[in-house]
């Protein structure tokens, strides 16, 4: 019986991790809180995954709502990157174009590998975690950053990522209120 049980639950646990895995994208490193070419490479590989990962969710999102979200986070991280790359060079750097690592390619390889039915909730998952990390991200920057032109930049995306992170919030609430994630 025992064996029963624990085969049971392993299996139980085998059908609900493939819906319960999500892969955010790592967090940026400490240092890019406060030094400028750091906090370049972060902000541009956090604007990379939000526009690629976009871009996969306007082919493979269920709901309306998520597919609007998607394009505007488009939008508005191709906007901050340009703001970030032009105030880099206003501060006398050469930044090179934003790259993304191995956690954030792993996040969207499991986007794009995502069963039609978990996509949204998955996209929205990372998400929550990708915004907070890049809240945290420019908030740090825009209060302690080494570079006034970048300092500048990090303090205008502050309330475009936190808009973010709110909506991103918002419809995994109503979506698990809903039952449809």
């Not at 105030?87 to 790259?99: F, I, L, N, Q």
Request: hydrophobic residues 40%.
């Amino acid at each position: 019986m025992k064996t029963f049980g624990l085969t049971m639950a392993m299996a139980l646990a085998g059908t609900a991790l493939p819906a319960m895995a999500q892969t955010p994208p790592p967090p940026p490193p400490p240092e890019a809180k406060s030094q400028a070419a750091p906090y370049v490479m972060a902000a541009g590989k956090s604007d990379l995954y939000e526009i690629n990962s976009s871009k996969i969710a306007l082919e493979k999102a269920q709901r309306p709502e998520v597919k609007r979200y998607a394009q505007m986070l488009i939008d508005h991280h191709q906007t901050t990157t340009a703001a970030t790359m032009a105030a880099a060079r206003e501060a006398g750097m050469t930044p090179p174009p934003p790259a993304l690592d191995a956690g954030a390619t792993a996040s969207l390889a499991e986007l794009q590998n995502a069963a039609p039915g978990d996509f949204d909730r998955l996209y929205l998952a990372q998400q929550v975690p990708a915004h907070q990390a890049a809240l945290d991200l420019h908030r740090s920057y825009g209060t302690g950053g080494d570079q006034p032109a970048l300092r500048s930049s990090a303090n205008k995306a502050v309330p475009v990522v936190r808009q973010h992170l709110t909506d991103a919030q918002r419809m995994m609430k109503a979506t698990a209120k809903s039952g449809s994630m």
